[in-house]
């Protein structure tokens, strides 16, 4: 009986021990399988992740990666900013790069405007001035990157005059990195980065503008020796107190082609005002008490010549308040406007039928051609945006081009110089409707 009890004891504890087996068998097999199939799945996920992130880079540049130069703010106004993206599309050209068409407004170019670049520029155009260089819309480039699931890197650099030349700072204090991360518009952008990361932002100093632009070909190489070997996908640069043009030793610069309906509205100007004589006043920056006295030597100017060539028609441009009842002037950057100030305009209005682009409704037909952008170009009329692209293309077809002498207005500026390099180019061409490069009255 007892042996019995053993061989049935001992049956059960091998049948109990051959269960627990089995069951550690199969538990093992499972978790291995469960993990297998976890890490086969994760893998599977960040396989069809850099898929997608491929198929996404292939949507918006066209291939497997992509490579931005995102010139995200241009401080200056429309003249020199013009020059300044002119060069950074240069720049992305020598970078292979895909170059951001950033967005425009009130005569500025950077990324917190609502305007789309070719609200003021003409895109096929400037393909065709740049054919090695892509474009991209800064539109489908925030689109980019919303879609991507790895999200891009980025790095930041800044061009600034002064200092020793061709050298790098990598210091930043507080004030300028929060100035870059929260108040130009990056946050909207879905960017892969420590915002707390300084190192991510340096300085490239080209020194003082005589010396860069006569050592042009140095600066040029310094610049792109620092940033070719840049991985990060999104290049993220804009200038500091740079006057003019990056890269002369590059070539000459071309002012970026204007949008067809600015060209337009101009030509139609010019038709119904030919033969006119174009006249820009400037009175930003210059002494009020001054400006009567000035407007007696135009008059005196302007009644000579129209006695000498018979012309009748004048077209004035200035950044005195024209639009709207006279609520702002045409300059983003002039506040402060004096009794002189108007009692000026009186005695030219007074004197001659001044036409302008108010008067002669000229930037009207964009309502019609634009609806879209109705309240935006309401604003713009405002500002010095298209009214200052418009009469720099009229003042370029004029008869006669006429500004202030020293003392009487702003003689130099790079509105002046591109309407004065656009004329003389008319001249050497052999147009005989343009009778004078620029003349001060």
Known sequence: ??????????????????????????????????????YNNNESYEINSNNSDMLVNQKYCGSNECRFLFAHRIPEQESQANSHFYSFIQLAEMLNRTMVLVNVQNSRIGACLELPYDFYYNVQELKKLFPNVNFITQDDFL????????????????????GEPNTIISDVSPQEWDNVINNQCLEEFDFKFDDQDVSLYKKLLIGPKKYWRKYNEAMTKFIVSNLEHINEE??????YEVGGAYFPSKGEVIPLPYA??????AKNVSSHLKPYIGIHWRQETINSSVLPNCAEGLI???????????????????????????????????????????????MLNSTFTLKTWVSLKALDGLYDILPQFKDYITKELSGS?????????????????I?????????SSNFTKKIYLARKL????????????????
């Open 300 to 346: 005196k100017y302007i009644k000579e010549l129209q006695l000498k060539t018979g012309i009748e028609n004048i077209y004035y441009a200035t950044d005195y308040p024209l639009y709207n009842g006279g609520e702002n002037a045409q300059s983003s950057t002039f506040h402060i406007l004096t009794r002189e100030h108007h009692e000026t305009m009186r």
């Open 403 to 411: 500004i202030g002498p020293r003392g009487c207005a702003r003689t």
């Open 260 to 265: 067809t309906h600015l060209i337009e509205a």
């Open 426 to 441: 008319l001249m050497e061409s052999g147009n005989k409707d343009i009778h004078n490069d620029i003349d001060h009255w």
């Open 234 to 239: 999104v290049l993220l640069i804009h200038p």
């Open 1 to 38: 009986m007892d042996s019995q009890e053993n061989c049935t004891r001992y049956g059960f504890i091998l049948l109990i021990t051959k269960f627990l087996f089995i069951f550690i068998i199969i538990w093992n097999l499972t978790t291995y399988c469960i993990l297998e199939n976890d």
């Open 143 to 162: 689109s980019w990157t919303k879609e991507r699931h790895e999200k891009p890197d980025v790095v930041f650099r800044r061009i600034q005059q002064g």
């Open 385 to 401: 945006g298209l009214a200052g692209i418009l009469d720099k293309l009229v003042l370029v077809d004029a008869d006669y081009f």
